[in-house]
């Protein structure tokens, strides 16, 4: 009941904020949509999708010696969708989804520090053919798995794409925590890479 309490009160704070915010202003000009790779390479490969919704920005222009230097820090509402698989076995499938924020520093040559924080995850695994026995009777058991609690946490770099809106590459490495699992908590270590692009041209 707490778990669901919280993503209730952050989905409200996420709802309230964009309106007030952002009155008068497109979708698609605070919208960064990406597409990546989400795995750890060795085992569990897949893709995720995913969008970006600029919440705050603040722009600080420093005057130096060989010209003004822009650097930017944004505040980012972000919602992702992914699926991986182990291909060698195909026992380790999994759909995961995580919406939270993204804390973004921007240098003047475009490079990117990228902090993101989802408080609201789930994952949910996927097994192989099962069955269950029950007293004398043995039956199959439909879409076999679990479901779990799975908040993560994120840090990267990427680049901005020069004079272009919100596009541009990023490389993340990802820690999220699958709860209940068993008695406890399993951590699990994640590579993203992909790209962000925006309808918009300028």
């Known amino acids: 009941m707490k778990q669901y309490t919280i993503i209730f ?3 409200y704070a ?31 490969n897949g893709l995720h999708l995913g969008a970006e919704y600029l919440w705050k920005e603040k722009i600080r222009v420093k005057e130096k010696r060989k010209g003004p230097k822009t650097i930017t820090h944004q505040l ?15 026992t380790d499938n999994g759909l ?5 924020l993204i804390w973004r520093r921007t240098s003047p040559k475009r490079w990117q ?7 609201l995850g789930y994952y949910r695994s996927f097994l192989p053919e099962t069955f269950e026995v029950k007293g004398d009777e043995v039956s199959k058991v439909q879409f076999p798995g679990r479901s779990y609690y799975a908040p993560s946490v994120a840090i990267g ?19 999220t925590l699958r709860t209940p699992y068993n008695a406890g908590t399993l951590p699990t270590f994640s590579v993203q890479y992909g790209h962000r692009f925006n309808f918009k041209k300028k």
Do not use: M
């Open 96 to 100: 995961h989804t995580h919406y939270g």
């Open 157 to 175: 770099i990427g680049r901005d794409r020069p004079e272009k809106r919100r596009s541009g590459w990023y490389l993340n490495l990802n820690c």
């Open 14 to 44: 996420v709802h309230f904020q964009a309106q007030s915010q952002f009155d008068g202003a497109t979708f698609l000009e605070r919208t960064a949509f990406k597409i990546g790779y989400h795995g750890n390479v060795f085992s569990d």
């Open 9 to 11: 009160l952050f989905v």
């Open 113 to 119: 520090w990228n902090l993101e924080v989802n408080p």
């Open 76 to 90: 980012l509402f972000n919602g992702s969708i992914g699926y991986v698989t182990n291909f060698t076995n195909r």
